[in-house]
């Protein structure tokens, strides 16, 4: 364990705060934010806003620190995946971009693959036994056997890649924008579309929540990296919807946090889910710590 991790002393995440996506609520917000540090040591905290819709999890959940491991700084994370024990990380940048084996306690890289220089690595998703890894402006979605990383096939597709996701039927896949494609991974063809939406608080006025990036699916729902920010968006996946807010501002670590360079691209970005365990791993990238945080989900 690393990184004093365990000094955060209680849970995080109880998500009765209003949102923190509003200007407005932030103020407020902070200041409860600050009582509750000052009160009870809580070290983070989460916003969850009722929007009245249910997917699989309630709107109130909790994610309790577990764990945090070393997270190589190399790594420009663009997608994140568990299964069975392995973290499979595929990574950016032109000339740089990997796909990885990671042990997820060590942080070690036990087997890679070297993307083309002439693609940018972006969002990378597991569906059977195969690991569909995004590209940036290059328009090709590589497949490769998740044990051997031998790339098994590709597919066009049109527009930007940047984060993916399996539902257990479709690829789900971010391109910046608000939109986000359902796509048959068999074929890579568009299924069907969603626009992500939220609503001001103050003004009810709905807004299209855009930039998302890496993506995971998580009982039902997508929760989805907003790049350059430290929120994780949680996406009702009918209608766009958004049903609630993560702050993850707490958890940047110290050395992005000060250099205002680096952190501009060196962002919150990572999220992988173990449906047995209900563990969520989050990083960012180049992050020197993976995080391991427990879901808990409340009791309907
Ligand atoms: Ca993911």
Not at 125 to 140: C, F, P, Q
């Amino acid at each position: 364990m690393q990184n004093g991790f365990f000094l955060f002393p209680v849970f995080l995440f109880f998500c009765t705060l209003p949102r923190c996506r509003n200007k407005a609520a932030k103020g407020g917000m902070m200041t409860r934010f600050l009582m509750m540090m000052a009160a009870g040591g809580l070290l983070w905290g989460a916003c969850v806003r009722n929007t009245g819709i249910r997917a699989e999890l309630p709107e109130q959940i909790t994610l309790r620190p577990a764990a945090s491991y070393p997270h190589d700084t190399g790594a420009y994370t663009q997608g994140l995946v568990w299964d069975d024990g392995i973290l499979y990380e595929s990574t950016g940048q032109y000339g740089q971009s990997t796909l990885r084996h990671v042990n997820p306690r060590s942080g070690t890289v036990s087997a890679h693959v070297t993307v083309p220089p002439q693609f940018f690595a972006e969002g990378l998703a597991l569906a059977g036994d195969s690991l569909y890894l995004l590209t940036w402006r290059e328009k090709t979605c590589f497949v490769f056997d998740k044990k051997t990383l031998q790339k098994t096939g590709q597919f066009p597709y049109n527009g930007e890649g940047w984060g993916l996701t399996f539902d257990g039927q479709n690829l789900i896949m971010s391109d910046g924008t608000s939109t986000l494609r359902f796509l048959d991974p068999k074929t890579f063809k568009l299924k069907r579309k969603i626009e992500v939406s939220d609503k001001n608080r103050k003004t009810k006025k709905t807004y299209p929540v855009r930039n998302l990036n890496e993506l995971e699916w998580i009982h039902g729902e997508i929760w989805a990296n907003v790049w350059q920010t430290t929120q994780i968006v949680r996406i009702e996946p009918n209608k766009g919807t958004v049903i609630g807010w993560i702050d993850m501002t707490a958890f940047v670590p110290e050395k992005i946090r000060r250099d205002p360079a680096a952190g501009r691209d060196s962002v919150l970005n990572g999220i992988a889910f173990d449906p047995k365990t209900g563990h969520v791993y989050i990083t960012g990238k180049n992050w020197d710590v993976m995080y391991c945080f427990k879901l808990i989900v409340p009791e309907q």
